[in-house]
């Protein structure tokens, strides 16, 4: 099982990025899938996540309108678009796979880092 996180980086105040997630190793089309964060000295919190079948989404409320979660299950692949980006948004974004029928089975990647600074 692998989820692989790319994208990530330093921007500007107001930048934008996209962040994606390739999977392999399991079911892709039988997970839910979530963004997750953790900021220095912060705990990980979650950003957003999205249905099995994609057509369920939800944000943390800061995230709301400036974080859009999609998938395509074609390429086993999940995707975090961030507009607006802000310094409080720096941390290490993280993929999580949890199985739809089992909280049993669920599983993170190694995230990736993305700065906000001018």
């Known amino acids: 099982v692998r989820l692989v996180e790319s994208g990530g980086g330093m921007v500007q105040p107001g930048g934008s990025l996209r962040l994606s997630c390739a999977a392999s190793?399991?079911?892709?089309?039988?997970?839910?899938m979530s963004w997750y964060r953790q900021a220095p000295g912060k705990e990980r919190e979650l950003v957003a996540g999205i249905s099995s079948a994609g057509g369920i989404t939800n944000y943390t409320d800061s995230m709301k309108g400036r974080f859009t979660i999609s998938r395509d299950n074609a390429k086993n692949t999940v995707f975090l678009q961030m507009n607006m980006l802000q310094p409080g948004d720096t941390a290490v974004y993280y993929c999580?796979?949890?199985?739809?029928?089992?909280?049993?089975?669920?599983?993170w990647g190694q995230g990736t880092q993305v700065t906000v600074s001018s």
């Open positions: 190793g399991f079911t892709f089309s039988n997970y839910v």
């Open positions: 999580h796979a949890q199985y739809a029928f089992s909280a049993k089975y669920s599983y």
